[in-house]
């Protein structure tokens, strides 16, 4: 799977739109990006996931460059509640046996009252 | 309610004894996963299974051991050979077997070893 590098932390003020960056220079033309987040001493969360295309679900929206180098998660109202560890992992489609997901050190957003 | 739990939340052993973490899922998932998070960091895969009666190695499995009798469990053992077992553990499962799907995760199990 390729690797994925993101910012360590990030502030963003409650109310505003959090944007969570991701780099994935390396990604292959298989190959997902998926996003979780984890609030502390908590399991990960699943938000969303694309291949190509930009895709939005009730929680989040994920927009991935034209040459999927790069992607950003839009939280578009952040709340307190999101504060949490945010998780950018590229997929490898096994095709033939489900293998973990690696998981990297993350960014960790912090919401500001 | 459907979803993955595991129990207990917290648990404490004393060096050198075995000790079992349970994981239960009723969404009909194929595939479940175990992972191992040390703090400030990421997850790391300890086992897998793709199937009933059947399961592979992940990343860093040296010390545990795991079973799956049943679909909708897949306990943990984390032996006395695993040389720092303190962490917190955590069970997953994806709808089917061929990795292609998202993963759930459940709440964790925090273990300490005293």
């Known amino acids: 799977d390729a690797k994925t590098t993101q910012p360590t932390s990030m502030d963003c003020a409650e109310g505003r739109a959090a944007n969570l960056p991701c780099n994935h220079s390396t990604i292959s033309g298989n190959e997902y990006v998926y996003w979780y987040r984890q609030i502390h001493s908590q399991g990960p969360q699943y938000i969303i996931h694309g291949l190509k295309n930009n895709e939005t679900n009730e929680m989040a929206s994920l927009i991935i460059t034209e040459d999927r180098k790069s992607s950003t998660l839009i939280l578009p109202h952040a709340t307190l509640r999101d504060t949490a560890v945010y998780y950018c992992?590229?997929?490898?489609?096994?095709?033939?046996?489900?293998?973990?997901?690696?998981f990297g050190k993350g960014t960790h957003l912090i919401i500001q009252p | 309610d459907g979803g993955i739990t595991q129990s207990p939340k917290y648990l404490f052993r004393k060096e050198g004894q075995n000790v079992t973490l349970s994981c239960e899922q009723n969404l009909n998932h194929d595939a479940m996963y175990w992972y191992r998070q040390d703090p400030g960091q990421g997850l790391r895969l300890i086992y897998y299974?793709?199937?009933?009666?059947?399961?592979q190695k992940g990343d860093i499995a040296e010390g545990y051991s795991v079973s799956r009798e049943k679909k909708e469990s897949f306990p943990l053992t984390v032996t006395s050979a695993q040389k720092n077992p303190t962490a917190f553990y955590l069970c997953?499962?994806?709808?089917?077997?061929?990795?292609?799907?998202?993963?759930?995760f459940g709440p964790g199990t925090r273990l300490t070893v005293l």
């Open positions: 997953a499962s994806s709808i089917d077997r061929t990795g292609t799907d998202t993963q759930y």
């Open positions: 299974s793709q199937i009933v009666n059947d399961f």
């Open positions: 992992i590229v997929r490898t489609l096994s095709g033939g046996g489900a293998d973990g997901l690696t």
